[in-house]
C-alpha cells in the first residue's frame, strides 16, 4: 500500500514519541480538542487530559515496552482530513491491536483529532 510520506512521518513520529516516552513530543501530535479512546474503553478529551494520563501510565525509557505500529488502510478525505487504520503490537508483551485515527492536515502539519485504540485477543 503506497501511504502520504507525511502521514507515515505522523505514525513514526506518534511510535517514537511513545517508545521514548517522550510526553510533549507525543502531545504536539494531538489537536488541542482531540479525543483518545484507549484499548480499555476510558475517553480521553483533550491535549491536555491526554497527555496527562500517559505521562502517568508510561513507564521509564528502556522498559522494552516498545510498540510499532503498522498503517493498514489510509482513507483520504475533502477538506484536509484522512482516517488511518493502524495495526500494532508491544514487543515484551503479548499484546497487539488496532488502533483508528482520524487527523487533519494544518499549516504545521498532520495532527491526530480522535484515536480510538482496541486491543486484540491473543
Not at 1 to 30: C, H, K, V
Not at 93 to 104: D, N
Request: charged share 25%; with cysteine.
Amino acid at each position: 500500500m503506497e501511504i502520504d510520506p507525511t502521514i507515515q512521518d505522523l505514525i513514526d513520529e506518534l511510535t517514537g514519541a511513545w517508545n521514548l516516552r517522550d510526553g510533549p513530543a507525543f502531545g504536539r501530535l494531538f489537536a488541542e480538542d482531540a479525543d483518545y479512546v484507549t484499548g480499555a474503553g476510558i475517553r480521553l478529551a483533550g491535549r491536555h487530559r491526554i497527555l496527562g494520563v500517559l505521562t502517568e501510565q508510561a513507564g521509564p525509557s528502556g522498559t522494552n515496552q516498545e510498540v510499532s505500529l503498522a498503517a493498514e488502510s489510509v482513507k483520504l478525505l475533502p477538506a484536509g482530513i484522512a482516517v488511518v487504520l493502524c495495526s500494532w503490537r508491544m514487543s515484551a508483551e503479548a499484546r497487539s491491536g488496532l488502533l483508528t485515527m482520524v487527523i487533519r492536515r494544518d499549516m504545521e502539519g498532520w495532527r491526530i483529532l480522535a484515536l480510538h485504540n482496541t486491543d486484540r485477543e491473543e
